[in-house]
């Protein structure tokens, strides 16, 4: 009982899912933190909220069981109150009241002054940008709509989270200037789909215009673009990105697949042809981009004829980052409609096959590396090493730049220039050869 009375009072607020949870849970306890209230994150505390996902499988697994040890502890007296929040609550909400009752209350994705409320604190409007970061005081996402309009069949997130709704752009200039006065270097721009961005708020597509607004704040060096949808891209971005040194040479573009016709079931809005041609522009107009895509294996009807093309595309495309995740059967979903016809086994082995080929083009890209001269940015020090990224590197998804330690003193935050010594598939080793 001594520990629980010294935690007493404070809140921890624990993450799960994806990086706009973590801005979710960021500007909650920069709301708790403003009506005076004991926050941490994922420390040891008293009341504790827990922001969930609940986008796959194994996604809404990890918060169940997450939801059910705070419960347990709560039992034990080791905690006072549970509070669930995030997709999962949004969207299970009834059953999660039902089957796990021992929660003190739960709150969907669009509940945050219920939430402050039920915690004892008052939801401030004024509050544009009021943060409390849990990321390296380096870099922060930065989200710049919530929601999605796009009718993908696999996808739960508008159910979640609804409909697409933009920041306005000077609101999000107040942030980006908070955030550099903190010490903030990068903004990694999130939302469900980037490509949409304005088009409620300005009837048309305005993410162009950001980046003009969001280069001139002082203190931010580099501007990253995540979860752009490939259908109706704005091309002016790529303009932006020639003529501005600090949105990064970078786009997060989710692909999910190349058969026309799994697109076409997808109901991603495009086809093989369309999808190669956007690739090519982007090649083309930006001859030094690192594209990152994400890739679905085993949707409803994928034969072994499309894996096979979607490997050959993979080699073919040769992308500098990808990730590959296993088809997910989600109720509510329009694909839900579909057999689930691909065993689990098969699924997997799809999965690992995709990241075998991926590796080995990574391992090669890497080396042409060996030698060049990049900027980095020093996030953190891990065991013997400085670990950095350059601008073709988002963090913990893509490729890090390592630096004995025991050799060189670096602040963590700083950018320093780094001469690749040597590669591996997803690491890069380097020595600095002058700082900034």
């Known amino acids: 009982?001594?520990?629980?009375?010294?935690?007493?009072?404070?809140?921890?607020?624990?993450?799960?899912?994806?990086?706009?949870?973590?801005?979710?849970?960021?500007?909650?306890?920069?709301?708790?933190?403003?009506?005076?209230?004991?926050?941490?994150?994922?420390?040891e505390g008293n009341v504790v909220v827990i922001n969930t996902c609940g986008f796959i499988d194994n996604a809404k697994e990890e918060s169940v069981?997450?939801?059910?040890?705070?419960?347990?502890?709560k039992n034990r007296g080791e905690v006072d109150q549970v509070f669930v929040s995030?997709?999962?609550?949004?969207?299970?909400?009834?059953?999660?009241?039902k089957e796990i009752p021992d929660v003190d209350q739960y709150f969907g994705t669009t509940e945050l002054p219920s939430l402050l409320k039920a915690l004892g604190a008052d939801y401030k409007h004024e509050l544009i940008g009021e943060r409390v970061t849990t990321t390296p005081k380096n870099y922060a996402y930065f989200k710049i709509a919530e929601g999605c309009d796009?009718?993908?069949?696999?996808?739960?997130?508008?159910?979640?989270?609804?409909?697409?709704?933009?920041?306005?752009?000077?609101?999000?200039?107040?942030?980006?200037?908070?955030?550099?006065?903190?010490?903030?270097?990068?903004?990694?721009?999130?939302?469900?789909?980037?490509?949409?961005?304005?088009?409620?708020?300005?009837?048309?597509?305005?993410?162009?215009?950001?980046?003009?607004?969001?280069?001139?704040?002082?203190?931010?060096?580099?501007?990253?673009?995540?979860?752009?949808?490939?259908?109706?891209?704005?091309?002016?971005v790529l303009d932006v990105m020639n003529q501005e040194p600090k949105v990064c040479f970078y786009l997060d573009i989710p692909l999910q697949h190349i058969s026309t016709k799994l697109l076409k079931s997808m109901r991603r809005g495009t086809t093989y042809e369309k999808t190669n041609a956007l690739l090519s522009r982007f090649r083309e107009s930006v001859p030094n981009m690192a594209i990152r895509t994400t890739l679905i294996v085993g949707y409803p009807g994928e034969t072994e004829e499309d894996f096979q093309l979607l490997k050959d595309w993979v080699k073919e495309q040769r992308f500098e980052r990808l990730g590959c995740f296993t088809y997910s059967h989600e109720e509510n979903t329009h694909a839900y409609q579909?057999?689930?016809?691909?065993?689990?086994?098969?699924?997997?082995?799809?999965?690992?096959?995709?990241?075998?080929?991926?590796?080995?083009?990574?391992?090669?890209?890497?080396?042409?590396?060996?030698?060049?001269?990049?900027?980095?940015?020093?996030?953190?020090?891990?065991?013997?090493?400085?670990v950095g990224r350059t601008e073709f590197d988002s963090p913990d998804v893509d490729n890090e730049v390592l630096i004995e330690a025991a050799d060189h003193y670096l602040s963590v935050g700083s950018f320093v220039n780094v001469k690749i010594t040597a590669a591996q598939d997803f690491d890069l080793y380097g020595e600095p050869v002058s700082s900034k």
């Not at 083009?361 to 090493?385: A, C, H, T």
Request: neutral net charge; glycine residues 6%; hydrophobic residues 35%.
């Open 1 to 43: 009982m001594r520990t629980k009375s010294r935690k007493k009072n404070r809140i921890n607020v624990v993450t799960l899912g994806c990086s706009k949870n973590v801005y979710d849970s960021e500007v909650l306890m920069g709301q708790l933190k403003a009506s005076g209230k004991d926050v941490v994150h994922e420390e």
């Open 65 to 73: 069981n997450t939801i059910l040890d705070f419960v347990e502890r």
């Open 86 to 97: 995030g997709c999962l609550s949004e969207r299970y909400k009834p059953d999660l009241e």
């Open 150 to 236: 796009r009718p993908c069949s696999f996808c739960a997130i508008p159910l979640m989270r609804g409909k697409h709704r933009s920041t306005p752009i000077e609101n999000l200039v107040i942030e980006a200037e908070k955030l550099a006065a903190s010490g903030v270097k990068e903004l990694i721009l999130i939302a469900q789909d980037l490509t949409y961005y304005g088009l409620d708020l300005y009837k048309e597509r305005k993410l162009a215009d950001l980046l003009r607004a969001l280069v001139k704040v002082e203190g931010i060096e580099w501007i990253r673009l995540h979860y752009a949808f490939p259908t109706g891209f704005p091309m002016d």
């Open 338 to 386: 579909l057999e689930d016809d691909v065993p689990e086994e098969v699924k997997q082995e799809r999965a690992n096959e995709i990241m075998e080929i991926q590796s080995q083009i990574s391992w090669e890209l890497n080396q042409e590396k060996i030698g060049q001269v990049f900027k980095v940015m020093i996030d953190r020090k891990r065991g013997n090493y400085f």
